[in-house]
């Protein structure tokens, strides 16, 4: 196990190991087996009609392998991909798997201070990343990163290299003849997904070729996934939801397609699904809102499209609701973690399950627990904090121990910081957080990093950060902020453009912002943000009335 990752204790490898959980594949060797298998049928589309064959992805795979190695790239280093939703985001992690190299993912949306961070924390030898991407300059970030970071030996940009001075690599030019590598240990680390930003910054999570391969492997079993199954990507593969549950890697191995999205708008997905005839999809909430408002008008016939699944945030009972009649597909509520755990409704749920709650853990082996404050287990119906360990959820995150001993207990349950409770029938229904966070459109963003910069403002004192109520996104970052005496009053615009120009990524700047002469106190003298968030909330619902 790579140093700084926490493994399974050598017991509970095995039992995983005897009852056929892990199954020592790595992952990398995947595509050959689905070369094997599926030959020349289409396994990747992207946006603008490019086709790969099963065949051709495991050539690819071996190709740009061969060319990482041939640059310098050595098994069990970090590479940072960042990446948008083409095929080239699928070669690139295979052959990294291939290779033993170690993918960092990387969101299109973060910026200085985000990959800042996750070269430092990962140790990360080179970059994988577009040229530009909706108006912004990845190969910039990237020279400044490696102009800060002397370790970040290579930059490989898919597009344009830009200048010949940086010596940046084209992805293209890459590619180089096969060679024999060594296969990784499937038990080792394979990848890096990143936490949701419930901490100042993202902790990287390990995921080995083990466990990932059976969480994509038993969630594709629970979705009936095969040959016909055509799968729309349109979130951020990047995110664990589209890329492993069972997402791109579950739709490949079942022999299914995978069809790339780069907006997530019906403008652009409506028509990907009617030209490809799409059968399944991964979306937020947020989404959600957008192709119901769109579908009376749609003029793109999407009724290939069979399954919804609908996870990362809350999404609401009358909402959910809708996406039957109005969409004409079947909803599927999920409910899970980078970290691991996964819940789903099934398919022959009655109604009331499918609408009301997030459904059931994936695998047999998965444990849950719902506590109190006091570690204590609830009852049926009861909301407490959700606890959880199995064979595809983390032991520890890397590099962070001191996290580690406050997010795990001491028999290894994961403290996953969300309030739950937990139907007779098993179904999980999420109620809330015990963390600091807003989950905006399905990102989660800490309060405590955006307060942080919004302090940084010459003109603010305090800063407080909640969570407002949503219909469309599901929470608003409602910031409260006490100016310095005597200065003028700070206006969002000017907050909004400080937090900018401090590298924070355009999701994580406050939607609204008010100012106060102070904030209301606990007992302990602590700001009382329940009050608030109360506040805010009573706030944006009268303006919503207001029109």
Known sequence: MLDGCVPWPAEVAERYR?????????????????????GDRVALVDDTGRRVTFRELDAWCDRVAAGFAGRGVAPGE????????TSEFVAVCFALFRLGALPVFALPSYRTNEIRHLVQLSGAVAMVVPDELRGYDHRALARQIRAELPGLRQVFVAGSPGDAADGFVALDDVESEPVELAEPDASDVAFFLLSGGTTALPKMIPRTHDDYAYQTRVTAEICELDETTVYLAVLPVEFNFPWGCPGVIGVLDAGGRVVFAREPSPEVCFPLIERERVTMTSVIPTIVHLWLNAAPRATHDISSLRVLQVGSSKL??????????VLGVRLQQVFGMAEGLLTFTRYDDPASVVLTTQGR???????????????????????????????????????????????????????????????????????????????????????????????????????????APDPVLGELTYAYVVPV??????????????????????????????????????????VDKKTLAARAADTVRALTRAG
């Open 18 to 38: 005897a009852a056929g959980y892990w199954r020592g594949e790595p992952l990398g060797a995947l595509p050959r087996r689905w070369a094997a298998e599926y």
């Open 78 to 85: 970090r590479v940072l991909v960042q990446l948008p939703n």
């Open 316 to 325: 609401h009972d009358e909402v959910a609701a809708r996406i039957e009649p």
């Open 361 to 467: 853990p994936v695998s047999p082996a998965d444990e849950i627990r719902v506590v109190d404050a006091e570690g204590h287990d609830v009852p049926d119906g009861a909301v407490g904090e959700l606890l959880t360990r199995g064979p595809y959820t983390l032991r520890g995150y890397y590099r962070a121990p001191e996290h580690n001993a406050r997010a795990f207990t001491e028999d290894g349950f994961y403290r996953s910081g969300d309030l739950v409770r937990r139907t007779t029938g098993g179904e999980i229904v999420v109620e809330g957080r015990v963390k600091d966070v807003v989950i905006r459109g399905g990102d989660k963003i800490s309060a405590t990093e955006v307060e942080g910069h919004l302090t940084a403002h010459p003109t603010v004192q305090q800063a407080a950060v909640v969570a």
């Open 485 to 526: 005496p005597g200065e003028p009053t700070p206006t969002l615009p000017q907050l909004r453009k400080l937090l900018r120009a401090r590298g924070l990524a355009d999701y994580k700047l406050p939607d609204r912002v008010e100012v106060v002469d102070g904030f209301p106190l606990t007992g302990l003298n602590k």
